[in-house]
């Protein structure tokens, strides 16, 4: 069977980082081109140590924000801006791909 996953609710960048354990979190975002911020791009095979993920508003990560998250590992989804639902199919995608693993039905 499959993990269901833990869907907190919405709360401020901060809190939600003071609450994870360094190195077990990451931010799915847009390339650092698009955002003229540069960032520390996760590599596909380190999803398989990570627990949490961070998917930005539809708007995307205000300025003061991404400040806050500068030093987050991130992936990137692509050039394009996703919906935020789009971005969550699209982390849970990557993590399965990552883990060598398929969903089988039934």
């Known amino acids: 069977r499959c993990h269901r996953p833990t869907i907190l609710p919405a709360s401020e960048i901060s809190a939600w980082i003071a ?15 698009l955002t003229n911020q540069s960032s520390r791009q996760l590599r596909l095979e380190h999803l398989i140590t990570m627990r949490s993920v961070l998917v930005g508003p539809e708007g995307g990560f ?25 971005a969550c199919v699209s982390v849970i995608a990557a993590i399965v791909a990552a883990r060598g693993t398929g969903v089988t039905p039934g």
């Open 62 to 86: 205000s300025d003061e924000e991404r400040i806050r998250l500068a030093d987050v590992p991130r992936l990137v989804l692509g050039s394009s801006v996703l919906r935020t639902e789009t």
């Open 19 to 33: 609450s994870q354990t360094p190195g077990e979190y990451f931010v799915a975002d847009v390339p650092s081109e």
